[in-house]
């Protein structure tokens, strides 16, 4: 797993990056956005689930594995549609993958305090297994306790059944790692990267917003 701190990366930093991602599937950038950043990140998510009048409850969030996701607000919100076709996470995903991008959505996850489902193991490209690339902004700390996200590292490699829940996966190998991470730290992974997150058991809130780009 790599945990790096964001900065003006050289070529030799992107590199080494995309070696860690092509071995992993995944990478984690410590302070991706600045403190103002996520700031106004808070303030553009909030005032687009308004728009839209999107609640999540525990009730919503226990009936269905993705009760707390809210997907294409680039649809909603011009803002998150800049964002996802050239802000930040475009720039930075296109520099990690050295390809051009196609956007294809940005997207709203929250786990909630007392839920009693999480999401399964599956990854992003069911059905097709096509390449691209998540990068997946926390909003609040990410802890165990609170549903954070895990990824099987190596698993874009594998070939997997085209489902969520994913029959007989491992959850416990040595391949699981949890992504403890800050308001302000991104994660990147493949679209082949198997990932999960168990319910929120604590008392806090983990929302993230997410940009998916396909390669081209």
């Known amino acids: 797993m790599s945990f790096v701190l964001n900065q003006s990366l050289s070529q030799t930093g992107c590199s080494k990056l995309r070696v860690d991602f092509d071995r992993d599937g995944f990478v984690v950038i410590k302070n991706f956005l600045s403190p103002d950043e996520v700031g106004e990140l808070v303030?553009?998510?909030?005032?687009?689930?308004d728009t839209i009048g999107y609640k999540v409850s525990i009730e919503s969030?226990?009936?269905k594995s993705f009760g707390g996701t809210k997907k294409n607000l680039q649809h909603v919100s011009r803002w998150f549609d800049q964002e996802l076709r050239s802000g930040k996470p475009y720039q930075f995903v296109k520099n990690l993958l050295g390809t051009e991008l196609k956007p294809a959505t940005a997207a709203y996850f929250e786990r909630i305090p007392g839920e009693q489902a999480g999401?399964?193991?599956?990854?992003?490209?069911?059905g097709h297994r096509n390449w691209g690339a998540t990068i997946w902004i926390a909003l609040d700390s990410a802890r165990i306790s609170n549903g954070c996200l895990y990824y099987a590292a190596g698993s874009h490699r594998v070939e997997y059944p085209n489902e969520v829940g994913i029959e007989d996966f491992d959850k416990s190998g040595d391949h699981a790692t949890a992504i403890e991470i800050d308001p302000g730290d991104a994660?990147?992974?493949?679209?082949?990267?198997?990932?999960?997150s168990n319910p929120n058991q604590s008392l806090?809130?983990?929302?993230?917003?997410?940009?998916?780009?396909?390669?081209v």
């Open 43 to 49: 303030t553009q998510t909030e005032a687009c689930l």
């Open 61 to 63: 969030s226990s009936e």
């Open 119 to 126: 999401i399964e193991p599956h990854f992003d490209s069911i």
């Open 187 to 196: 994660a990147i992974h493949s679209s082949r990267t198997v990932h999960w």
């Open 204 to 215: 806090n809130r983990r929302r993230a917003i997410s940009f998916f780009y396909w390669s």
